[in-house]
């Protein structure tokens, strides 16, 4: 090669160079934006945070949770007495579902309480049979469910507000099944039994 033919291809070289350190410049500006870091600290604002507190009165989108009965179990600061959704069989099956999901593990599949995690030596809870919880609004299975109780974790995490409700329903089914008396039984029911 001689010295004439050279010249061309280090011109090219040297453009080449000069547009691939152009675009890493840019790419680098464009890295290193002007802009404040989460709690950096800022001349901008009197209180010299950058960080700034949400303003009052807002709620992030999706998150107005203004019915009580549906989003807390309580009916004006109590527990509520009926379920804020209605109950058919599709709800009922989808409670059936969720409750062998979560609540089977120690409560078995019948509310008895005794789950395979309480076979393999966990505390017992207490059965779904027992009168004093057939006897409280359904809004304290809810909140159990919500807040946690005794070594019982808070489910809110794990399953849907609407989900939960379902599973309240089902456990009431549950109830129903193993407390009702003979004459309360349909009468094709009883005259199977007889």
């Given at each position: 090669?001689?010295?004439?033919?050279?010249?061309p291809?280090?011109?090219?070289?040297?453009?080449?160079?000069?547009?691939?350190?152009?675009?890493?410049?840019?790419?680098?500006?464009?890295?290193?934006?002007?802009?404040?870091?989460?709690?950096?600290?800022s001349?901008?604002?009197?209180?010299?945070?950058?960080?700034?507190?949400?303003?009052?009165?807002t709620?992030?989108?999706?998150?107005?949770m203004?019915?009580e009965?549906?989003?807390?179990?309580?009916v004006?600061?109590?527990?509520?007495?009926?379920l804020?959704?209605?109950v058919?069989?599709?709800?009922?099956?989808?409670?059936?579902?969720?409750?062998?999901?979560?609540?089977?593990?120690?409560?078995?599949r019948?509310?008895?309480?005794?789950?395979?995690?309480?076979?393999?030596?966990?505390?017992?809870?207490?059965?779904?049979?027992?009168?004093?919880?057939?006897?409280?609004?359904?809004?304290?299975?809810?909140?159990?469910?919500?807040?946690?109780?005794?070594?019982?974790?808070?489910?809110?995490?794990?399953?849907?507000?609407?989900?939960?409700?379902?599973?309240?329903?089902y456990?009431?089914?549950?109830?129903?099944?193993?407390?009702?008396?003979?004459?309360?039984?349909?009468a094709?029911?009883?005259?199977q039994?007889?």
């Amino acid at each position: 090669m001689t010295m004439a033919s050279r010249r061309p291809v280090a011109l090219l070289g040297a453009v080449l160079l000069l547009i691939g350190s152009a675009g890493c410049e840019l790419r680098q500006a464009m890295y290193d934006q002007e802009k404040y870091e989460p709690l950096e600290a800022s001349a901008f604002f009197a209180d010299g945070m950058s960080f700034r507190p949400q303003v009052d009165g807002t709620v992030a989108q999706g998150q107005l949770m203004l019915d009580e009965h549906f989003y807390q179990g309580k009916v004006q600061g109590q527990l509520a007495a009926t379920l804020p959704v209605a109950v058919d069989r599709q709800l009922l099956e989808h409670g059936r579902a969720r409750f062998n999901i979560f609540c089977a593990p120690c409560h078995d599949r019948t509310g008895s309480g005794n789950g395979m995690v309480v076979q393999r030596g966990l505390k017992q809870p207490p059965s779904f049979h027992q009168e004093r919880l057939r006897e409280v609004p359904v809004g304290h299975f809810y909140d159990v469910m919500t807040n946690g109780f005794g070594v019982m974790y808070s489910y809110a995490s794990r399953i849907p507000v609407a989900d939960r409700w379902a599973i309240v329903a089902y456990i009431k089914v549950l109830q129903l099944s193993q407390n009702l008396e003979f004459d309360q039984l349909p009468a094709e029911d009883q005259r199977q039994l007889q």
